[in-house]
């Protein structure tokens, strides 16, 4: 194995055992402590209360108005809570004003200064500081080496991409070695496959700087990706707080599951049926679901339950063993290039989507619009909701 090789094989190691908060020793680098944000009769942030660890890149998601930004802004000092305590590396930071917080922000408007070279843009924050000259040329060059901009040191904002003042701007921000760096949405400015690339940059950068990330985002692919852990929000609450994993395969709630990702969420009656198992009834004429729950469900127990469209298979006959298989019309089909979505219409006139991957082109493709066709799942396939 190459040195290089064997380092990211190194590196994505610590990037799977990363998992302070499982850790009851590890101390939080940030701690919301019952923290409420109201404007007049409006209350923003609802007695919140959230850890952040060091070298974690947390994702805030949640729809506009939720508090996110809300929530980001008193972590900078431009708003102050209402009630409650903010820690940050075990420091009350809320009366410290927003100059004095060894906390850096940036905006999804990049904020360069137009008349500076992007060597310049990356110094200003430095200059304004005691470090002499020569430290600010060694950092500036540090920063330009990190964001691979050394050879547009030179020009003006105007004069390079978009994805390039992107890093300028993170350049600047991190050339003060900030503890910690908030980013408001800060590729939404940016096309669709600049922004996917320019996530994996964030995430090589944060990795490599060890400064803690917190981004917020409505984007919930960007915060999938990039995020060690995401935090759900609704207004002004955090809903469910857990790595993307377990976000998108165990959702806690009806909300997390519709708020990720395509879902079918089919609503029923549910009875314990064996260990671990309940029995859903969910329409008239179709037979119960079978699914498997955690959870010890009184009989009569109104329930959720919520299978991804990919953990759905069609075919056009009937599986001999499996858990779950209902009858029904392909009403219609979403062509995405790498996968296809059909909507399948049941015999009750319940539409449940289910995922293939195109394998194969198109005239090759087994099933059309109006086809008769079988949709199944393992009883282990979804998630039993209660809330």
Known sequence: MSPDAAQQDTSQQASREFAPWNDPEERPLIRFLSVTKKFGEFTAIDDLTLDIYRREFFALLGPSGCGKTTLMRMLAGFEAPTGGTILLDGQDIVPVPPNRRPVNMMF??????????????????????????????????????????????????????????????????????????????????????????????????????????????????????????????????????????????????????????????????????????????????????????QERLAPGTRVHFAIRPEKVAISSERPAQAANAFRGRVHDIAYLGNISTYHVMLENGHLIMAQTANSRRISRRGFSWEDTVWLSWTDSAGVVLTR
């Open 108 to 293: 999804q408007s990049y904020a360069l200064f137009p008349h500076l070279s992007v060597r310049d843009n990356i110094a200003f924050g430095l200059k304004r500081s005691r470090m002499s000259r020569e430290a600010i040329e060694e950092r500036v060059a540090e920063m330009l080496r990190l964001t691979r901009l050394e050879r547009f040191a030179t020009r003006k904002p105007h004069q390079i991409s978009g994805g390039q003042r992107q890093r300028v701007a993170l350049a600047r921000s991190l050339a003060k070695a900030p503890k910690l760096l908030l980013l408001d949405e800060p590729l939404g400015a940016l096309d669709k496959k600049l922004r996917q690339e320019t996530q994996f940059e964030l995430m090589d950068i944060q990795e490599r700087t060890g400064t803690t990330f917190v981004i917020v985002t409505h984007d919930q692919e960007e915060a999938m990706t990039v995020a060690s852990r995401v935090a759900v929000m609704d207004e002004g609450r955090i809903v469910q707080v857990a790595t993307p994993a377990e976000i998108y395969e165990s959702p806690n709630s009806v909300y997390v599951a519709d708020f990720i990702g395509d879902v079918n969420l089919i609503e029923g009656t549910a009875r314990p049926k064996g260990e671990n198992r309940v029995e859903i009834d969910w329409a008239e004429g179709q037979p119960p679901l079978i699914a498997a729950s």
